[in-house]
């Protein structure tokens, strides 16, 4: 069952061309609810799923869920009062340490982020963060590579959820089991970019406890017939605001108690 939509088909696949062409050719659009007026956040959903939908037919494999717009400055920053979220492919998980072209991405900006593993699927509605701390497996540092297909990030939720969750990829840490020794809550989210501290973070940020934010999206996940997978992963929300990176730069996300995850942008 999914969430019925307003706009009609072809408008939705025409919307879905739009993004799945902008990320191809790195060439941004104007925002797709100027375009389409009527879109509404069901409509952005079914874009969203329609380019998903149409990847995994070329062969990429889903891993992950993303969740963006958890804390209060990332809501700032894109003048939006919810959370969103979005899918993760095997061709967007980037290895630790690694140098990748920024002309892979339109306007990439890095984010720090703990990631949670499951053993266990999470299907809501009635998920509780209970219910997120019994199903995960492990956490991880994680450096999130936030892109808009949207021309100069001028986007409203709507045109952000349609266009994934605004995704790029992601850099992981290493696993650490998920113990009760592991304060999620209290834990200090430091983000670099050429070995200087850009902005820092506290993982209450992130709906109060970033367990809550994947209990959040299980539930959010509902309407549409879909449960969190073991064995797949979820980017929780980000600690801090996200910064802008270019060609020569240097990101590194570090998180007290996890560790530290880098990238390169060439």
Request: glycine share 10%.
């Amino acid at each position: 069952m999914t969430n019925p939509t307003r706009l009609p088909a072809a408008s939705l696949g025409e919307a879905a061309d739009l993004l799945f062409t902008a990320d191809a050719d790195r060439r941004p659009i104007g925002p797709l609810t100027e375009r389409y007026p009527g879109l509404d956040l069901a409509d952005a959903y079914a874009v969203q799923q329609l380019n998903m939908t149409r990847r995994l037919g070329n062969g990429a494999r889903l891993v992950g869920h993303k969740i963006g717009l958890t804390s209060e400055p990332m809501q700032t920053l894109l003048g939006v009062d919810e959370p969103d979220f979005g899918y993760i492919l095997d061709d967007m998980v980037v290895a630790d340490g690694a140098a990748v072209p920024r002309s892979r991405f339109c306007a990439p900006r890095v984010e720090p982020e703990v990631a949670f593993l499951l053993r266990d699927p999470l299907r809501g509605p009635g998920v509780t963060v209970a219910d997120v701390r019994a199903a995960t497996e492990a956490v991880a540092v994680a450096l999130e590579i936030v892109d808009s297909r949207i021309a100069d990030w001028k986007l409203t939720l709507h045109d952000t959820v349609a266009d994934n969750a605004s995704s790029g990829a992601v850099v992981l840490g290493e696993w650490i089991a998920f113990t009760d020794d592991v304060d999620l809550i209290n834990a200090r989210a430091s983000l670099r970019l050429n070995g200087t501290e850009v902005d820092s973070g506290v993982g209450s940020a992130v709906l109060g406890d970033p367990a809550a934010a994947v209990a959040w999206l299980a539930n959010a996940l509902a309407p549409f017939g879909t449960e969190i997978l073991p064995g797949q992963f979820i980017m929780s929300g980000s600690f801090t605001t996200a910064a802008f990176v270019h060609p020569g730069d240097g990101a590194s996300a570090a998180i007290s108690g996890l560790g530290t995850v880098s990238l390169t942008f060439t």
